[in-house]
């Protein structure tokens, strides 16, 4: 198998899948750095900021040399994926990810996590579970459509061991454990 010798990657996945777990993951053991797309949208007590102001901030970010970013943000998929070497897609069942929520949730609850921005605390949002519910069937396939037509090359992951092999077969003499 190949080297890991990207320098642009993107994370994306349903909610809760682990999107920035994986980051943070590849992220020491390749020291690119960590691009949480939640901190460039989300300002305090959860405003969104404007669309214009989120894509100049977007921009900034991978018009640099290296770099992992992970969000999803359908809306920027297809431009993200322009700048990338590689992308990664945990497609893993809603089950799976509607547990990851829960347990972030129980984790931060009235703190914020440490992908989004300070002010934004934790809690359990039945519309955000909804979402979750739904992504494999209302974003899902769209996102895994702009991905196989893009030109960037990339891995889908099913589950989390998948993954986790994966970036030890990758990454053998870098991986901790």
Same mark, same amino acid.
């Not at 322009?82 to 347990?103: M, P, R, W």
């Not at 359990?124 to 991905?147: A, C, G, H, Q």
């Given at each position: ?5 990207? +320098? ?7 909610? &809760? ?47 640099? $040399? ?44 009235? +703190? ?13 949002? $039945? ?17 895994? +459509? ?6 960037? $090359? ?14 030890? +077969? ?6 901790? &454990?």
């Amino acid at each position: 198998m190949k080297k890991f010798n990207y +320098k642009r990657v993107l994370i994306v996945g349903c909610p &809760g899948a682990g999107k920035s777990t994986m980051a943070l993951d590849l992220s020491e053991k390749t020291n690119l750095p960590v691009v949480h797309l939640d901190k460039l949208l989300w300002l305090p007590n959860w405003v969104k900021r404007e669309k214009n102001e989120f894509d100049a901030l977007m921009e900034k970010e991978l018009q640099k $040399p290296e770099w992992i970013i992970e969000g999803n943000f359908r809306r920027t998929f297809a431009h993200r994926l322009t700048y990338a070497d590689f992308c990664i897609y945990l497609n893993y069942k809603k089950s799976v990810c509607v547990n990851g929520v829960n347990e972030r949730v129980k984790k931060y609850a009235g +703190k914020t996590r440490p992908d989004m921005t300070e002010g934004c605390l934790e809690m359990e949002d $039945p519309e955000f579970i909804n979402y979750i519910t739904d992504f494999n069937k209302s974003v899902r396939p769209e996102m895994i +459509k702009v991905l196989k037509k893009s030109k960037c $090359p990339y891995k889908i992951f099913r589950s989390r061991k998948q993954a986790e092999r994966w970036i030890k +077969k990758v990454l053998p003499n870098l991986h901790n &454990g």
